[in-house]
């Protein structure tokens, strides 16, 4: 028999409910009793009481991280979970493959790049090069798909001209740094570019990814999709046909 999942649920550290939880962070103190106090402090006022720091290194001058481990009293209340659920259908390869055929009858264009100064390249590059990421191929496997991939720190001129020549159904950026919301600002200044140089009905598809990104914000950011951390290649190709062929058809 299986026992019906609660719906209030409190974290759980050594026994079912105890409401134990460990965060950690850097403070600018040295790592003495009064930077552990300070530690402690701030652990308090985020509601962790009591909190103990189970450790603390100091990293150069006179900064110091910490790891605290205590109490919340807070519940999660399951039912007011909010979620993005995937809108479309998981696809294989082959019926990607079919999928574009049927519906553009060429071969699709996709362009990816990481923009801006960000030069982590290992996401956009598990998501678009062959060898894939986790054992799922990139979307350089699917026969159907064209992929151009312009690597690290391109320039958003640079892609929206790389866009042109491929003549891109859909451009991909990745954005891992979020130090200063970079990865924001970013993704903002690309789709303007993108807006203001495709009338609607043939702008590409814009789709931004990045472990830190919120699947929510895609139009606050004029991006059509968002995909966060631990994406695969078949869930943006799947989108991608699911996407394209719910657009209105292409003058020829
Ligand atoms: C490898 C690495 C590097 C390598 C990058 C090499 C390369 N060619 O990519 C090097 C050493 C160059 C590097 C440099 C720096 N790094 Co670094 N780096 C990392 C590290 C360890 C791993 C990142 C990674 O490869 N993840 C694996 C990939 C597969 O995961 P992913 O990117 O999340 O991608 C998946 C999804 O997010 C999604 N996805 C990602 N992009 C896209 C795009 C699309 C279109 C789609 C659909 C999906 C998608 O799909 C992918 C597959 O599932 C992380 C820490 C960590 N453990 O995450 C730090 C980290 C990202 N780096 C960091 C920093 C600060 C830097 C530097 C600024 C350090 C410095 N002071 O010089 C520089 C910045 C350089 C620059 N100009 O960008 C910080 C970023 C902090 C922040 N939030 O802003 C991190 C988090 C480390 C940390 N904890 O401080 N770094």
Redesign the pocket.
């Known amino acids: 028999m299986t026992r019906a999942q609660p719906e209030l649920v409190r974290p759980y550290g050594d026994t079912t409910g105890d409401g134990m939880v460990q965060l950690s962070f850097t403070l600018p103190v040295p790592d003495d009793a009064r930077g552990q106090g300070a530690a402690r402090q701030l652990a308090a006022k985020m509601g962790v009481d009591p909190a103990l720091v189970a450790h603390a290194r100091q990293i150069g001058d006179g900064h110091t991280f910490f790891v605290v481990y205590g109490r919340v009293r807070h519940l999660v209340d399951l039912r007011e979970v909010e979620v993005r659920e995937r809108e479309f259908p998981l696809l294989s390869a082959e019926q990607v493959n079919a999928a574009v055929r049927r519906t553009l009858r060429r071969k699709l264009s996709v362009v990816?790049a990481c923009i801006g100064?960000?030069?982590?390249?290992?996401?956009?590059d598990?998501?678009l090069n062959l060898k894939g990421?986790a054992g799922h191929k990139g979307l350089e496997y699917y026969r159907e798909l064209r992929v151009t991939n312009l690597g690290?720190?391109v320039a958003v001129p640079e892609l929206v001209a790389a866009a042109r020549t491929e003549r891109a159904d859909a451009v991909?950026?990745?954005?891992?740094?979020?130090?200063r919301d970079a990865h924001l600002h970013n993704v903002s200044e690309m789709s303007a570019a993108f807006r203001a140089e495709y009338p609607a009905a043939r702008r590409p598809l814009l789709?931004?990814?990045?472990?830190?990104f919120d699947e929510r914000m895609a139009g606050q950011l004029g991006v059509d999709r968002i995909?966060?951390?631990?994406?695969?290649p078949a869930e943006?190709a799947s989108y991608l046909v699911h996407a394209l062929g719910s657009r209105p058809g292409e003058e020829s």
């Open positions: 990816g100064t960000d030069a982590h390249t290992v996401g956009i598990a998501i990421v690290a720190q991909l950026v990745s954005q891992v740094v979020t130090q789709v931004a990814g990045g472990p830190r995909f966060g951390r631990g994406t695969t943006v």
